[in-house]
């Protein structure tokens, strides 16, 4: 359980990180996918990340 639990706090933080715009689109839309493979609640998540660094628009 607590697994999952860590799992998908590293999955929010990854999108988070890669939504920022900080970083070059390329290593954005590669910590998205790395979100992705984390299951569940992450793989949406990183989806929404990857849509975001691919567009060029930046959740804040």
């Known amino acids: 359980m607590l697994r999952l639990i860590l799992g998908q706090a590293f999955a929010a933080y990854l999108t988070k990180t890669a ?6 689109r390329v290593l ?7 979100a992705t493979r984390m299951g ?6 990183g989806i929404w990340g ?3 660094a ?3 628009r930046r959740g804040r």
């Open 54 to 56: 691919l567009t060029g």
């Open 19 to 24: 939504a920022s715009g900080r970083h070059p």
């Open 40 to 45: 569940g609640a992450g793989k949406l998540m």
């Open 28 to 34: 954005s839309a590669a910590l998205a996918l790395l």
């Open 50 to 52: 990857l849509l975001s």
